[in-house]
């Protein structure tokens, strides 16, 4: 589906929709209406199950949004986390460098200095996307964070986070603490991030505020054993830095044992690549064909990394790759800089006495990216009809009860609806309109299955008690008892979660 397709579907159902529209909407801010909120929440869900499920030293915080100008100085936030801009001098539109580069150096400015950036613009005569413009201006750093005043007096600054990681090593010292004083800790949160991105745009991929499921590994350098064992003969599609700089575009899927063997990857970092390929899979159900990690040279990668690569994903509706995630080795950056910032040791006491400053390995994850990806990988028309292929643990609303015959089913139906809620079951009752409508609409929103009671359900025949099940996939009916409903469709429901290792 093309992304204006798809946008108008999300409208038309209260998928999503932009902030303040009837002021004419913010730039980078969508509202998720009740089908996009559920979704999310079963998308976080989904996340916090499979990767705080990894270990039982793995925990999620749920902290504050605002953090003190001291925490984004020390993580170099308020140095670092800037995009080049250039702004036209004839429109005054202002750009990502990346954007008016874009015909001329389709592979990004990441890793180039301004004034690297000034010197292609200037070579290649860039004009202005939107006026045509030859008068652009210097390239600037132009830092992305939202800084607000804090407190009465107004002197005070704090920022809105631009990563949910912060959180995380800022809870390190207590989580310490409150675990097992062991290694590996793993530290999560799900939460809203704030960027004030340039040029917004692309629906939910470039966004002001945006939701990140991250986990933070804290690891003992010396002893981290994640087995690499149990997944020696995955393969993972993988687009190393020097395929990429060959021209190639797709991936080549190298077992995992190799990667570690002879492509020089720690086996820890391979192994977590692995679990994160298995959850593209196994719960949010991305095809093989559509996933490449794709490996970010020293140049390009974020400033607190010493391993990079993005998870990416094929979408139609852009046209390309995506990046929806990644798996980042941040070494001891981030505690190094805030023992430093803040002056408190953070190294921890392990094994027989050693010191140690734990190292971090993040698992990064947007939950608005993949709350598109789901829409664009996963919704189809066929035979004339909208249907929404969602993995059944993840559709917004579980089950449609619907009576045949209002009138004559109605209260039957309406009590059936209400025992499936109770037993934990989101279920949409609707009785508006012919079924074969009502079929069509719950397809649409993604819902596994569609209960009916008709004149079998409350006669006294051989159909007593029993409902048509009809599932979304196969369009597949079937009778099936009313007492063995709930076990049925919870069975179908099941989320997976990884096995541990
Ligand atoms: N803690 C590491 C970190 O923040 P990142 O690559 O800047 O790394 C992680 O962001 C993920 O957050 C991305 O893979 C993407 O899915 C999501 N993300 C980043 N910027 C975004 C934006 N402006 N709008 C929507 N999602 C965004």
Redesign the pocket.
Known sequence: MKSDELLALFLRRGVLWPTAEIYGGAQ?LYDYGPLGAALKRRIEDAWTSWFVGLSPDYYRIEPAELLPEAVVRASGHLENFTDPEIVCDACHTPFRAETVLEAVRPEGVDGLSVAQIAEIAHANHVKCPRCGSEALSVPAPFNMMFGVDFGVTGKERAYLR????QNSFLAFPRMWEVGRHALPLGVAVVGK?Y?N?IA?RQV?????A?T?A?LQIFFDPEHFDRPIDPFRDVRLPVLRVERRERGEETPEFIRAEDLVASGGLPAFYVHHMVQFHRFFREVLAYPEESIRFFEKSEKER?FYNKIQF??EVRLESFGGYK????V?YRGDYDLTRHAEGSGKDLAVTVGEGRSVLPHVL?L???V???LWGLGDLHLRTEDARTVWHLPPFLAPVSVGVFPLIAKAHGAYAQRLADDLARAGLTVQYDAASSIGRRYARIDEAGTPYGVTVDAGTLDEGPEHDTVTVRERDSRSQARVPVGELVGRLAGALRLPRPPRI
């Open positions: 980078g631009p990563e949910t990681a991030a960027r991105e917004p939910l991929f470039r966004l002001r945006f990140q991250e974020a993005d998870a990046e929806l995630g990644a980042h993040e990064t994850f947007g608005d990216r993949n």
